[in-house]
């Protein structure tokens, strides 16, 4: 059973930083692309960021690059996202979600249960 | 990099069929075969349920179908049913620094 488990959220003031994890298992992590996903509060999903299987090819939203950056440990089957710089518009919760294919693409088919990261002073 | 646009809301009697419409642009949509699909109820996670246009994930009943023309894609759904309630997102392709890009969410009622 795959399972995807985020953790490392939580509340933080404004211009802070904080790193999210998501530990993977049920499934060959290095053979597949990984994202993450946030939905602010009563709103909508938003892709944040992805990276391939080799960690060869990454990508960032435009409202996150130059603050957030993403790897991964396959080693640990382990996702990251390091978020710096964090703003009140940052909050959401935060969803590590797996691809269906080793180059990172837009097709998620497993998704963890979201860990909440909340930008406040 | 803007989302893709969805209607906000739908709606439909059990039985019928319904379809919510996704537009993006030439940079997204119209350039790849790569638009998914995603139901999200409330408090849980969101899940696939169409991808690459129109494919079918296993275990994704078959009521549930997906087209596309131009920079608009659609999920239909038909024979409704009342699980099927439930917020609906599109997912494109955006290129290889922006992999995905979602459209705004649509509600489904069952009426």
């Known amino acids: 059973e795959v399972q995807l488990v985020e953790s490392g959220g939580g509340l933080v003031q404004p211009g802070r930083s904080l790193r999210l994890s998501c530990a993977a298992s049920?499934?060959?992590?290095?053979?597949?692309?990984m994202h993450w996903v946030r939905q602010a509060p009563g709103k909508g999903l938003e892709w944040v960021s992805g990276?391939?299987?080799?960690?060869?090819?990454?990508g960032y939203a435009d409202s996150v690059k130059g603050r957030f950056t993403i790897s991964r440990d396959n080693a640990k089957n382990s996702l990251y996202l390091q978020m710096n710089s964090l703003r009140a518009e940052d909050t959401a919760l935060y969803y590590c979600?797996?691809?269906?294919?080793?180059?990172?693409?837009?097709?998620?088919?497993?998704w963890g249960q979201g860990t909440l990261v909340t930008v406040s002073s | 990099q803007s989302a893709l646009t969805q209607p906000a809301s739908v709606s439909g009697s059990p039985g019928q069929s319904i379809t919510i419409s996704c537009t993006g642009t030439?940079?997204?949509?119209?350039?790849?075969?790569?638009v998914s699909w995603y139901q999200q109820h409330p408090g849980k996670a969101p899940k696939l349920m169409i991808y690459e246009v129109s494919k079918r994930p296993s275990g994704v009943s078959n009521r549930f179908s997906g087209s596309k023309s131009g920079n608009t894609a659609s999920l239909t759904i038909s024979g409704l049913q009342a699980e099927d309630e439930a917020d609906y997102y599109c997912c494109s392709y955006a290129g290889s620094s922006t992999f995905g890009v979602f459209g705004g969410g649509t509600k489904l009622t069952v009426l």
């Open positions: 049920g499934f060959t992590f290095d053979d597949y692309a």
């Open positions: 030439s940079s997204d949509v119209g350039s790849y075969n790569l």
């Open positions: 979600a797996k691809d269906m294919f080793p180059a990172a693409g837009s097709n998620f088919d497993y």
């Open positions: 990276i391939s299987w080799n960690s060869g090819s990454i």
